[in-house]
């Protein structure tokens, strides 16, 4: 996978100061630890969620290169904000 194709967010779920955006990105902190895919530049926004939460590197990988390869099958409907508040910031 070569730059710019995945941007990778950490949210600490124990910080209050983060309860915004993982609001925004429709994700509780009882669903922690987990990852997903968001997909920008469509309106509305597109959220996909692996088959399992494999928290490993290559479990990360592969969910990201099944995306890559129009492969990926998982995805939730949208329920999402189709874009950021102005007063958005993190």
Do not use: W
């Not at 990778?8 to 009882?30: A, C, H, Q």
């Not at 509305?44 to 995306?67: E, H, M, W």
Request: hydrophobic fraction near 35%.
């Amino acid at each position: 996978m070569s730059a710019c194709q995945a941007l990778f967010v950490y949210l600490d779920v124990s910080d209050e100061d983060n309860e915004r955006p993982l609001d925004f990105f429709g994700i509780s902190k009882e669903d922690c630890p987990a990852y997903y895919l968001i997909e920008f530049g469509t309106d509305p926004l597109v959220k996909y969620q692996p088959d399992s939460q494999d928290l490993t590197s290559s479990g990360i990988q592969s969910f990201v290169q099944a995306y890559l390869d129009g492969t990926i099958t998982v995805r939730i409907s949208n329920y999402m904000h189709s874009c950021m508040p102005l007063d958005f910031c993190c």
